[in-house]
């Protein structure tokens, strides 16, 4: 499974950007799919997660109420509405596939990773 994330950029405090990542090669109904973001120094930190339909999501507790995962089977594409933005949400993000029934929020547990796009939030 190859992942393709885009929709990054530099955004201003309270902006709303969504990233999307597209998947390719594989039944993209088969995994759930989660978003990660790691900032320089520090580990690969899970944000939200959603079940192989949608029917389940899961947010860290920093970005609970602002951030909203979603897919689209159809288009193979999930996505990361992200509102309210802080400059602490400054970070690379990535998208992740496992093949599971259930979300997981450890990155060693994911299949495929995305290339991950950068989310720069000025003040």
């Known amino acids: 499974v190859q992942l393709q994330a885009s929709g990054g950029g530099l955004v201003q405090a309270g902006g709303s950007p969504r990233l999307s990542c597209a998947a390719s090669?594989?039944?993209?109904?088969?995994?759930?799919m989660g978003w990660f973001r790691q900032t320089s120094g520090k580990e690969r930190e899970f944000v939200a997660g959603?079940?192989?339909?949608?029917?389940?999501?899961y947010y860290s507790d920093n970005v609970k109420g602002r951030f909203t995962i979603s897919r689209d089977n159809a288009k193979n594409t999930v996505y990361l509405q992200m509102n309210s933005l802080k400059p602490e949400d400054t970070a690379v993000y990535y998208c992740a596939a496992e093949n599971t029934i259930s979300v997981h929020t450890t990155p060693s547990l994911y299949d495929y990773w995305g290339q991950g796009t950068q989310v720069t939030v000025s003040s």
């Open positions: 090669g594989g039944t993209f109904s088969s995994y759930c």
């Open positions: 959603i079940s192989r339909y949608g029917s389940r999501t």
